[in-house]
């Protein structure tokens, strides 16, 4: 069974920087895909960055050039760093794989104050 492991949320003030992380039980490498997922209170799950078996990246327009994600594969550890922080960032961020099946992780909270 896929569990994946995230840590790293927190309060932070706007303009801040934090890190998430995401850890999974298994290989990375036996995930096509990985990334997070955020959901802010009253609104839909939304894709936040995502990292592929190859090393490509996706990324949600809102956090283009402030977001960066990227995967440890000797410690099964993706990553999500985010800087610049607004606001509109809070939410719960959830660590997501992909194979045949998707995995989630429990979710961690992240909140901006302005």
């Known amino acids: 069974q896929v569990q994946l492991v995230e840590s790293g949320g927190g309060l932070v003030q706007a303009g801040g920087s934090l890190r998430l992380s995401c850890a999974a039980s298994?290989?990375?490498?036996?995930?096509?895909?990985m990334g997070w997922y955020r959901q802010a209170p009253g609104k839909q799950r939304e894709l936040v960055a995502a990292?592929?078996?190859?090393?490509?990246?996706n990324y949600a327009g809102s956090v283009k050039g402030r977001f960066t994600i990227s995967r440890d594969n000797a410690k099964n550890t993706v990553y999500l760093q985010m800087n610049s922080l607004k606001p509109e960032d809070t939410g719960v961020y959830y660590c997501?794989?992909?194979?045949?099946?998707?995995?989630w992780g429990q979710g961690t909270q992240v909140t901006v104050s302005s």
């Open positions: 990292i592929t078996i190859g090393g490509n990246t």
């Open positions: 298994g290989s990375i490498f036996s995930f096509n895909a």
């Open positions: 997501w794989s992909s194979n045949s099946l998707n995995y």
